[in-house]
C-alpha cells in the first residue's frame, strides 16, 4: 500500500493489525517435533542415547572396581586415614538455620524453571557452536536433522516443539514468552544468590562449603570410593560435609553459578559489541555452549543429590534441610512432601498459564526485567571488526514480502523505490534509492545477534541515521521512530518495529543497502534495511517502506511497540 506526502501514514497505520492476548495455537507455527540430541565427535555425531548403556555399564564397572579396591590393603589404609571429612575443616556449629531452609527451598524452585524455559529458548535455534559463526555443519551438539537442501530454509523453520511439561510453554517458537520466564526467574535467583552469599559469609555456614585446606581433595577420593562401592561414609553434614560433597558444592555454587550468569549476560548485541576485543574471544556461540555446560552441570548436581537423599538417609537429610533438626523423627519429613507437591504443581500448571495468559506474562516480564533489559541501549557500543570476519553463511529469516508493489519495484531493480520520512519533522522527505546512495556512505562490519540466538558477521554499508535525523529535523515531541515493512507479519498485518529518537543517533545505526560489498540480496531486505548493532535482529526491520517519527506507539498496531513484540510477545527494548 503506496503512501504520499499527501495521504500521510494512515495507509500504513491502517495496515497494521491487533493481537490476542492468549498464545492461539491455530495462528501459531506448526508443531515440529525434533530428534534425539547428538554430539559431533570429529566428524561422526552420535546420539545421546548412547550414554544411557554406555552409563549403566560404566557404572557397574565403576561398583566393580571400587568394592575390589577396597579389599586392597593400601586402599582400606588410604580410606581409615581419611575416613571423608577433612579434619582441617572447622565444624558449622548453627546446623541448618531457617533461612538456609527457606534459601534451599527457592533455590530449587527457581532453578526449575530456568531450567525448563532455558530449554525452551535452546528449542528456536537447537544448535551449539563453538565459533561465532553459525554454518550449518559446523556445531558440535544439535537436536534438529540437517539443515535441507535445495531450498530457503530460516532459522525460524529450524525452529523445534518441546513437550508442554518439558518447555515452557512448549510450543515451537514461542522464545519471546520463554524470555520473559527465563529472565525473570533468573533475577529472582540472583537476588536469592546475593542474600544467599551475604548470610553465608555472616554466619559460619561458608565453613560448610569452602575448601580450607588440600586435605579435601584425598578426602573427595576416599569418599568417592565408598560411594561407588555402595558402603557409605558416615554422615556428618549437620557439621561439616565431607570432601566430595564440599568440592561439589563450592564448584556449584561459586563456579557454576556464576559462569551461568557471566556467559548469559554476554550473549547481549549491546555488552558483547562494547567490550570490543572481550566480546570477539568470549563471543555469543561459546557462551551460549559454556552456558548449556553449566545448566548440563546443574541438571546433573539436581539428579544426584536428589537421588543420594533417598539412598543416603531420607528422613535424616529432610530433617536437616526442611526442618532444622538433627534426630531420627520424622518432622521433615511431611514439609519435604509439601515441597515437592508445590513443585509438581506449578510445574504442571506453567505451560497451560503461559498460552492461556500470554499478554499477562509479557506484562509480568516487563515490569520485572524489562528495564533492566533495556540499559544496554545506552552502552556505548563501538566494536567492530575486520572483513577477514565476515561469516560464510548468513542465516535468514522473516515473512519475505509478496505484494504486487513489491514485486514491481524489485522487477525494476527498485529504480522506482521511494522512501517517504515524515511524521513529527520539519522537513519530511521522499527519497530514492539513488539519493540515498549519494548521501555519505557509512561501512561496518558487525555481529547479527539472532533473538533465536545464532549470530552471523557480515559488512554492512548504507546511510547513517543520524545523518537521515539531520536532514529530516525531528521536532522536539519527535520521541520514537517507527519503521514499516513491504513484508507481512507470520499472523497477517504489516511488519513493523518501533525505536527511540535517542538509540537511532547511535554510531552503528545505518540504512543498509549493501552486505559484503553488494546490494543488499532479497532474503536479507532490499532495497533498505535497518541496522541497529546493539539491538536483537528482529528489531532491525528489512524491506523498509517507511519511516514515521511519532510521540508514542500505544495506537499502532497492538501498542506494544512492534509486530513481534504484539503477536509473539517479545520485549520492546531487546539490548540484551
Known amino acids: 500500500m ?8 494512515e495507509p500504513l497505520r491502517a495496515s497494521l493489525t491487533g493481537a490476542d492476548d492468549t498464545l492461539r495455537r491455530d495462528h501459531w507455527l506448526v508443531p515440529q517435533p525434533g530428534i534425539v540430541p547428538r554430539i559431533r565427535i570429529g566428524k561422526r555425531w552420535v546420539s545421546t542415547l548412547w550414554a544411557l548403556p554406555i552409563a549403566a555399564a560404566g557404572l557397574l564397572c565403576l561398583i566393580a572396581l571400587a568394592q575390589s579396591l577396597r579389599e586392597l590393603p593400601g586402599v582400606a589404609e588410604f580410606i581409615q586415614h581419611h575416613p571423608g571429612v577433612a579434619q582441617a575443616t572447622p565444624p558449622v556449629n548453627s546446623g541448618f538455620p531457617w533461612w538456609l531452609q527457606l534459601q534451599h527451598f527457592l533455590n530449587m524452585f527457581f532453578m526449575l524453571f530456568i531450567i525448563r524455559s532455558g530449554l525452551q529458548i535452546l528449542a528456536d535455534h537447537p544448535r551449539l557452536y563453538w565459533r561465532r559463526d553459525c554454518t550449518p555443519g559446523s556445531e558440535w551438539f544439535r537436536f534438529q536433522r540437517p539443515i535441507p537442501k535445495g531450498r530457503l530454509w530460516t532459522s525460524k523453520d529450524d525452529s523445534v516443539s518441546l513437550p508442554g511439561w518439558l518447555g515452557i510453554p512448549g510450543l515451537r ?26 548470610l553465608l559469609f555472616a554466619t559460619d555456614q561458608w565453613q560448610r562449603l ?27 553434614s549437620w557439621t561439616r560435609y565431607n570432601g566430595l560433597q564440599q568440592l561439589t558444592y563450592f564448584v556449584t555454587v561459586f563456579v557454576a553459578a556464576p559462569v551461568s550468569i557471566l556467559t548469559g549476560l554476554m550473549q547481549s548485541p549491546a555488552i558483547s559489541n562494547t567490550l570490543g576485543w572481550v566480546g570477539k574471544v568470549f563471543n555469543r556461540q561459546a557462551m551460549r555452549s559454556l552456558h548449556f555446560i553449566a545448566f548440563a552441570w546443574f541438571v546433573g548436581f539436581i539428579v544426584a543429590h536428589g537421588a543420594l537423599v533417598f539412598i543416603t538417609g531420607l528422613r535424616q537429610n529432610t530433617n536437616h534441610m526442611f526442618a532444622g533438626v538433627d534426630d531420627t523423627s520424622w518432622r521433615g519429613f511431611p514439609l519435604f512432601v509439601l515441597a515437592m507437591a508445590i513443585l509438581a504443581v506449578t510445574w504442571g500448571i506453567a505451560s497451560p498459564f503461559t498460552v492461556r495468559h500470554a499478554r499477562l506474562v509479557q506484562r509480568f516480564g516487563a515490569a520485572m526485567v524489562g528495564s533492566l533489559i533495556g540499559l544496554g541501549d545506552r552502552l556505548q557500543t563501538r566494536s567492530q571488526l575486520t572483513a577477514k570476519d565476515i561469516s560464510p553463511y548468513f542465516w535468514s529469516n522473516g515473512t519475505l514480502p509478496t505484494s504486487p508493489e513489491y514485486r514491481e519495484l524489485e522487477a525494476g531493480g527498485f529504480a522506482a523505490y521511494r522512501l517517504h520520512i515524515g511524521g513529527l519533522v520539519e522537513a519530511p522527505q521522499l527519497l530514492s534509492l539513488a539519493q540515498l546512495k549519494a548521501m555519505p556512505k557509512q561501512t561496518q562490519v558487525t555481529t547479527h545477534f539472532c533473538i533465536q540466538g545464532w549470530t552471523g558477521v557480515a559488512e554492512w554499508g548504507g546511510v547513517s541515521m543520524r545523518q537521515v535525523i539531520k536532514l529530516v529535523k525531528p521536532r522536539p515531541e519527535a520521541r520514537y521512530v517507527v519503521f514499516y515493512s513491504f513484508a507481512a507479519g507470520a499472523d497477517g498485518g504489516r511488519y513493523y518495529d518501533v525505536h527511540t529518537v535517542q538509540n537511532m543517533r547511535h554510531e552503528l545505526t545505518i540504512l543498509a543497502y549493501e552486505m559484503n560489498g553488494e546490494a543488499l540480496p532479497f532474503v536479507h531486505g532490499a532495497p533498505l534495511r535497518l541496522r541497529c548493532e546493539n539491538e536483537l535482529g528482529y528489531k532491525m526491520v528489512k524491506w523498509i517502506v517507511a519511516i514515521e517519527f511519532v510521540h508514542d506507539f500505544a495506537d499502532l498496531g497492538a501498542g506494544r511497540g512492534g509486530y513481534n513484540e ?8 531487546a539490548s540484551i
Open 2 to 9: 503506496a503512501i504520499s506526502p499527501d495521504n500521510g501514514f
Open 173 to 198: 517458537h514461542t522464545v519471546g514468552l520463554s524470555r520473559w520466564w527465563h529472565f525473570s526467574v533468573n533475577m529472582l535467583w540472583v537476588i536469592n544468590g546475593i542474600l544467599f552469599y551475604a
Open 566 to 573: 504484539d503477536h509473539e510477545f517479545y520485549g520492546y527494548r
Open 210 to 236: 569452602v575448601p580450607l585446606t588440600w586435605e579435601v581433595f584425598p578426602s573427595a577420593l576416599s569418599t568417592a570410593i565408598q560411594y561407588a562401592s555402595l558402603n557409605f561414609p558416615v554422615d556428618h
